[in-house]
């Protein structure tokens, strides 16, 4: 069955970085474009980051651009999301989603970004 697992999630101190993975099976991985996605409580889930299938562009709305990066490695069906800067509003559940011929969600990694 179709799986996204996301990991890496945890607690950070302002300024701090966190790198966040998403192992994905059950799919075709590399024809997928992947995102991650992010919802902090009482807010609408965001989109912070996308990739194309094969990790030729990449995309980031002006919240994280410059401090998240995205990047993938099809030989282990795997997809990053590398975080740096971190802000307390950044502090979200995050989510990886496969986009293609199905659409696909992980369960969700939490990010906190506190002193």
């Known amino acids: 069955q179709v799986q996204l697992v996301e990991s890496g999630g945890g607690l950070v101190q302002p300024g701090g970085s966190l790198r966040l993975s998403c192992a994905a099976s059950?799919?075709?991985?590399?024809?997928?474009?992947m995102n991650w996605y992010r919802q902090a409580p009482g807010k609408e889930r965001e989109l912070v980051a996308s990739i194309t299938s094969r990790g030729g562009w990449t995309n980031y709305p002006d919240s994280v651009k410059g401090r998240f990066t995205i990047s993938r490695d099809n030989a282990k069906n795997t997809v990053y999301l590398q975080m740096k800067s971190l802000k307390p509003e950044d502090t979200a559940v995050y989510y990886c989603h496969a986009r293609g011929v199905g659409n696909y969600w992980g369960q969700g990694t939490q990010v906190t970004v506190s002193s």
């Open positions: 059950g799919f075709t991985f590399i024809n997928y474009a």
